[in-house]
């Protein structure tokens, strides 16, 4: 079974059609991306599956912050100590592979070094140092598509695209306060006045900072 995306921007022609496969494979990429050791900035979070010719996952990785190595890095170090090959197999990674020296080697290098087939990302990457993997992973003969869980691919990286993007960063107000505007008992018996379930929400979101 295939799931069809929307219409590629106009001007191009990749294939927008995926099978449940690939469709699980980039979602436990997405799941990869937010593994405990990966923090939520600077950087994007990314996370990367390889698919064996037969649609087997060979291996996963992810991206654990500034100056660790990328996510399909990872995942090809972690295929590497199978003593498997990446030669043929098809990679599925939430952001399009860099193409630039950094901290680390070029994605796209490294990439192209293992002999894969066919690579899947989710969402392209929209600064002028990074991006443009794959335009040079097409050049090379890779086959190469995008779109696949793309919004969920952007939620992930919420704050880190309205910086790269807006030069901005994403701020959340939380505020508590009852009907009548206050936020305490005046006789300072109170403790809460939110329930548990929005306190909850509000550790979460402070841990993402």
């Keep these: 079974m295939a799931v069809s995306l ?25 799941r990869a991306a937010v593994s405990p050791d990966a923090p939520p900035g600077p950087n994007p979070r990314v996370g990367c599956v390889i698919l064996s ?20 890095v990872d995942a090809l170090a972690n295929l590497a100590t199978t003593g498997a090959s990446a030669r043929g197999a098809s990679v599925l990674v939430t952001l399009e592979p860099c193409n630039h020296q950094g901290r680390t080697g070029p994605c796209v290098q490294a990439l192209l070094d293992a002999g894969v087939a066919e690579v899947i990302y989710a969402q392209d990457d929209p600064t002028e140092q990074a991006g443009g993997g794959a335009a040079a992973l097409e050049a090379a003969g890779v086959r190469v598509r995008r779109g696949l869980c ?15 993007t807006r030069g901005r960063p994403m701020v959340t107000w ?21 329930p548990v379930a929005a306190r909850h929400d509000a550790h979460r979101l402070r841990r993402q900072c």
């Design 53 to 72: 010719a037969d649609g087997d996952v060979l291996a996963e990785g992810h991206h654990r912050g500034t100056g660790t190595a990328h996510a399909e």
């Design 150 to 164: 793309a919004q969920e691919a952007a939620r992930l990286n919420r704050p880190w695209l309205l910086a790269v």
């Design 6 to 30: 929307p219409s590629a921007p106009e001007g191009e022609d990749r294939m927008t059609s995926f099978t449940t496969v690939q469709t699980a494979a980039m979602q436990r990429a997405l």
């Design 174 to 194: 939380k505020l508590a306060a009852t009907l009548d505007g206050r936020i305490a008992a005046a006789d300072g018996t109170s403790q809460w006045i939110t």
